[in-house]
């Protein structure tokens, strides 16, 4: 199992920035995935950035430029920093983790999400 504590979230004006951070503990090897998704209220859950454990980046469209993912892989920390945040970034944002085994086999986690509110 995997455990995933997440921190940063918080209240912010817009055009203000904040960065989260994802330590995951426990079995935490084989981890090659992490990142963040987030959902708004009404909204389905959505992805905002993936990194593999080589650094590679996978960002939404809409985010490019503005949030910038990145992760320590000796702390197995994944972080989100987040600039000229906007209202419509309002969500509750989840942490997220696969372990891979293999190519057909992997495992996801789910950290408990933690809340970004943007005010106008």
């Known amino acids: 199992q995997v455990q995933l504590v997440e921190s940063g979230g918080g209240l912010v004006q817009a055009g203000g920035s904040l960065r989260l951070s994802c330590a995951a503990s426990?079995?935490?090897?084989?981890?090659?995935?992490m990142g963040w998704y987030r959902q708004a209220p009404g909204k389905q859950r959505e992805l905002v950035a993936l990194?593999?454990?080589?650094?590679?980046?996978n960002y939404a469209d809409s985010l490019k430029g503005r949030f910038t993912i990145s992760r320590d892989n000796a702390k197995n920390t994944v972080y989100l920093q987040m600039n000229s945040l906007k209202p419509e970034d309002t969500a509750v944002y989840y942490c997220y983790v696969e372990r891979r085994y293999s190519t057909d086999y992997s495992t996801d986690y789910w950290g408990h999400g933690t809340q970004v509110t943007v005010s106008s």
């Open positions: 426990g079995s935490v090897f084989s981890i090659n995935r």
């Open positions: 990194i593999t454990s080589d650094g590679r980046r």
